[in-house]
């Protein structure tokens, strides 16, 4: 069972959806035992990070998320990505999960539209299980105003929007994250979000 954590601050039906159309078994939740039960987390987000963070820590579930991201696959998706890393400065300093190293600030580009929507092409600098079965000439849906800064080694993927924004980045171990939205991403994204339900089947 992959848990889908409901914090109040995620874009969980779309994302619940999708997996339902992978049939994934999946659960919308908000009890730290069911996530400790779980085979896989996903962490969805749309908004601000400082409102989000805050959120996340009045669900009582940081620590939880922190706890199991030692032990099994995690997926952070948009905001969600976000929160994974070290801090943030979007209108002020505030501390993320810490999962991934790295900050994440404004799109610096003042020329270009902001926020940041539609379609881009994804460009990998390394492998990742979440990118079986893609080819060269893979495009997704992004939707956001800040990205992230992260060493060259929790890069994953990728896109080019004025300079490079990151869209796939990880540990290295069990914990990803896609500025991107795969649920909203069409084939491409159906794929990834399939390679993430098949890492979860491996834990069992």
């Known amino acids: 069972m992959i848990a889908i954590i409901d914090y109040g601050a995620g874009n969980i039906f779309s994302v619940k959806n999708a997996l339902d159309h992978l049939g994934a078994d999946s659960r919308l ?27 996340l820590d009045a ?4 620590g939880v998320i922190k706890e199991q991201a030692q032990k099994k696959p995690l997926l952070g998706i948009c905001l969600g990505m976000q ?13 993320g999960l810490g999962l991934v190293k790295g900050y994440v600030d404004r799109i610096p580009e003042d020329d270009l539209i902001i926020p940041h929507m539609g379609w881009n092409k994804l460009e990998y600098t390394q492998s990742c299980p979440l990118f079986e079965g893609l080819g060269d000439d893979e495009y997704v849906y992004f939707v956001h105003s800040y990205k992230a800064f992260c060493p060259d080694e ?30 909203k991403s069409g084939r491409t994204g159906l794929r990834i979000l399939e390679n993430f339900v098949r890492m979860c089947g491996e834990v069992r």
């Open 29 to 55: 939740t908000a009890d730290p035992e069911m996530l400790r039960c779980a085979d896989g987390l996903i962490l969805p987000g749309v908004g601000a990070f400082p409102w989000a963070a805050r959120k």
């Open 83 to 95: 929160l994974l890393f070290e801090k943030s400065f979007e209108f002020e300093e505030c501390e």
């Open 59 to 62: 669900s009582g579930l940081t």
């Open 154 to 183: 929790a890069l994953f993927a990728y896109s080019e929007y004025g300079s490079r924004v990151p869209a796939v980045v990880g540990d290295g171990k069990h914990v990803f994250g896609c500025q991107f939205h795969p649920e």
